[in-house]
């Protein structure tokens, strides 16, 4: 019965990995019906690293999202999001 049950547990979880699964730069959905590409995911992803924003998530604890400090990095991500550096960063990510 724990061999049945694990098996199965192994083949559902396989199964929904290769449902999420899209080749190299394919778009997905991001859940709001959105399609984002692999190179937008990772230029957010850079540009999200330079704001300081991944120092606050070290560790198992979800960050103060309140404290002033992470308010600040927030802010600088959003800026940086909506401005050249990120499309730069995005044409760099796409030519990869």
């Known amino acids: 019965m724990k061999k049945t049950a694990i098996a199965a547990l192994i083949a559902m979880s396989l199964a929904g990995a ?6 190299g730069g394919a778009a ?5 019906g959105n399609r984002v590409t692999r190179a937008e995911v990772k ?7 330079r704001a300081g924003l ?10 103060d999202i309140y404290s ?8 600088d991500y959003l800026r940086r999001l909506h401005s050249d550096e990120y499309r730069e960063e995005l044409r760099r990510q796409s030519a990869e």
């Open 68 to 75: 002033p400090e992470y308010r600040a990095a927030y802010a």
């Open 43 to 49: 230029a957010d992803l850079a540009v999200w690293r």
């Open 54 to 63: 991944d120092k606050f998530w070290r560790g198992d604890s979800s960050p």
């Open 18 to 23: 290769a449902a999420h699964a899209a080749p």
């Open 28 to 32: 997905q959905d991001n859940g709001q």
